[in-house]
């Protein structure tokens, strides 16, 4: 898997103008001062040039200097060319961002660099911070987490130097650690994570050796002992963002890493107390799987990491007991088990209640529109929704609205209506697809605001206009409404001329009672003194 002479080869994407004069410079320091090092870019911005993508994220590998060293001289040979300069930022060692060696960072022509020594890192077994040395390219490369990350383009040949296997493994989309895996897992467990963030992000294969790995005993008890929730946290969102998050999720399940999701709780001093695993369910997690999966296939809405956990949580709260609340149990393990903002909590809770008040919308195919006179019915135009599935759409989102938080259920509208239909046990009689459903509501423009859509009618004219009392009233705003949704252009008056023209049921008063005019007086005060039959 590794050699002590590299494998080479030419970039496939050609550098970028500014990353040509960023190279230039580096170089011409290095031969102004005589520094006598070797530069080398390496990592991320390596392993998305081989892939055909562009990438800011340069990280400037020296060998034969420090990265603090030779950012001064960048500065000084700057100023000495009337260039503009940046001061030097120094990034203290912080394994908690995964920063195990004092990194310097400048810009130059604008663009952020990191610089830093090659290195060589021993681990112990009780934490994952590392002791740190200077090291051979070799070194530096077999330290990293996978073969993908472990490539270096040499500014000097200007060709890409591959020690392990990361080429190939690029190119046959395998992820592969350039160390025993399970050497690589119990020095560093965040990195099983980050296998599963890469392996979806992009779509490739996990390596046998790294399955059978995760699987041993004390990985998992290394994970929860070595590495912060939130770092956790971030592993998790970054990989709930991807555009495959099933394949994470699935990842998750095999690698029995489901426990990370973790129901915790804080004290009066604001610290969290170590929860109890979510009890997912084999059941739970291959709906959340299917959802998901089904989510993916849209062209309409990007994934995020609110609708991709609302998709892991919507299936595990069909089986919450009626004592536990969806907001404590997301606040619990969003915010405080994995620490995410809590913003990331709010806006997933109500994704998952707006798409369990919209479910209806997908099984509620014969709505009651009998009283429409078939003559107001609008010509069917091409990408309009059916009258039941069309006015259906308008009051499950309406109703969504006015039981959550508006600004947010406007926002994320889209995503509830996509995930109810996942989530709906009718959707196989559906005869439309989300894609479809979400290209007919964006040519119905007034669609496109029902969230935030208000009743043209009064409910004060409704109830006045047509003596309605009781239940009556609630039925008049509810057609009110339903005629609005069918005609948005309607205006008070027309709604208002309609609803006079049908029965409302609940006004349908019983049949009166005839008086017997041979019964006494008495009897017929009891008469008169009996409620009606509700």
């Known amino acids: ?31 102004r001062f005589d520094a006598g090092c070797v530069l080398r870019v390496a990592g991320g911005w390596v392993r998305d040039k ?26 000084q040979y700057q100023d000495e060319m009337g260039q503009e300069t940046r001061s030097v930022g120094l990034i203290r060692i912080n394994p908690e961002q995964s920063k195990h060696l004092e990194t310097a960072t400048t810009h130059i022509f604008g663009t952020a660099v990191d610089l830093v020594n090659l290195r060589s890192e021993e681990y112990t077994s009780s934490t994952r911070i590392p002791t740190v040395r200077h090291g051979t390219p070799l070194e530096d490369a077999r330290r990293r987490d996978f073969t993908i990350n472990a490539l270096f383009y040499n500014l000097h040949t200007k060709m890409v130097e591959d020690y392990t296997s990361g080429i190939s493994d690029i190119q046959n989309k395998i992820i592969r650690t350039p160390l025993d895996p399970l050497v690589t897992f ?14 979806g ?26 590495v912060s929730r939130g770092r956790i946290g971030i592993e998790i969102k970054k990989m709930m963002s991807s555009i495959t998050p099933s394949k994470a999720v699935r990842l998750l399940k095999e690698f029995q890493l489901l426990e990370v999701f973790q129901n915790s709780k804080v004290d009066k001093k604001g610290k969290v107390i170590e929860g109890e695993p979510v009890p997912f369910t084999e059941e739970n997690i291959n709906d959340t799987i299917t959802v998901l999966e089904g989510l993916e296939t849209t062209s309409v809405i990007p994934m995020s990491p609110e609708l991709s956990l609302s998709a892991l949580f919507a299936p595990y709260v069909f089986s919450l007991p009626s004592s536990v609340s969806l907001e404590r149990l997301l606040l619990g393990t ?3 088990g994995l620490q995410l903002p809590k913003k990331l909590v709010e ?6 209640q707006n798409s369990f008040l919209m479910k209806g919308i997908w099984t509620a195919r014969d709505l009651d529109l009998t009283s429409l006179e078939q003559k107001q019915q609008p010509p069917k135009q091409e990408g309009h929704l059916p009258t039941s599935q069309r006015v259906s759409l308008c009051t499950g989102m309406h109703g969504a609205v006015e039981k959550n938080n508006k600004e947010v259920t406007n926002t994320f509208w889209k995503e509830c209506l996509f995930l109810s239909y996942y989530l709906s046990k009718g959707r196989g009689a559906c005869d439309f697809s989300p894609d479809g459903v979400l290209a007919s509501v964006e040519k119905c423009d007034f669609l496109s605001s029902v969230p935030l859509l208000k009743p043209t009618t009064p409910a004060d004219r409704i109830r006045l206009e047509l003596s309605l009392k009781g239940p009556a009233i609630k039925e008049g705003i509810d ?25 409302m049921k609940s006004s ?22 009996q409620k009606p039959p509700s």
């Open 186 to 199: 119990t020095d560093d467990p965040l990195r099983l994570l980050r296998c599963v963030r890469f392996s």
């Open 508 to 529: 349908v008063k019983p049949p009166a009672k005839q008086k017997n005019k041979t019964q006494p007086v008495k009897a017929t005060a009891n008469i008169k003194s």
């Open 479 to 503: 057609q009110a409404f339903i005629y609005q949704c069918e005609y948005p252009s309607a205006s008070a008056d027309e709604i208002m001329g309609y609803l006079k023209r049908i029965p």
């Open 1 to 31: 898997m590794e050699t002590t002479e590299p494998k080479t080869m030419p970039l496939s994407c050609p550098l970028t103008e500014q990353e040509e004069r960023i190279f230039k410079l580096l170089l011409e320091v290095n031969e």
């Open 50 to 75: 081989v892939l055909g993508n562009h990438s800011d994220d340069i990280d400037i590998a020296i060998e034969g200097g420090t990265g603090a060293q030779f950012s001064e001289k960048i500065i």
């Open 201 to 226: 992000r992009f779509n490739c294969e996990v390596d046998t050796a790294i399955k059978v790995a995760a699987r041993q005993p004390g990985i998992l008890a290394a994970l929860n002992r070595k």
């Open 334 to 336: 969003i915010s405080h």
């Open 347 to 352: 806006h997933t809770q109500i994704i998952i």
